[in-house]
């Protein structure tokens, strides 16, 4: 069900129009006003858009990271069950029929 919901990131109040949760939109906000506020205190001259690039950069390159951990831990589980499979199946060999 869709329903409007007001945020406000980096100084700037947003109307949506949603099907999430209000709770779980404003705690992304949250996140995304937490990352502005770490960069806000480095730079003094960055505009509210170029520290929204900045956070969206940095959020990009965290998605990025967990995804390729992710990759390799699926990966390693396969090539771990892979193995699993290949000693039982060498057992299952040895013993011959039942």
């Known amino acids: 069900m ?14 949506l129009v949603a099907d999430a949760q209000a709770e779980h939109l404003h705690a992304l906000a949250e996140i995304v006003n937490g990352r ?35 990759q390799q831990m699926e990966s390693l589980t396969r090539g771990a069950i892979q193995k699993a499979i290949d000693r039982i199946d060498a057992r299952l060999e040895a013993q011959g029929p039942s």
């Open 2 to 15: 869709k329903h409007t919901i007001t945020l406000e990131i980096a100084g700037t109040r947003f109307r």
């Open 36 to 70: 502005v506020a770490e960069l806000a205190t480095g730079s003094r001259t960055a505009s509210s858009a170029q520290l929204l690039a900045m956070v969206a950069l940095g959020m990009a390159d965290d998605l990025k990271t967990a995804q390729d951990k992710l």
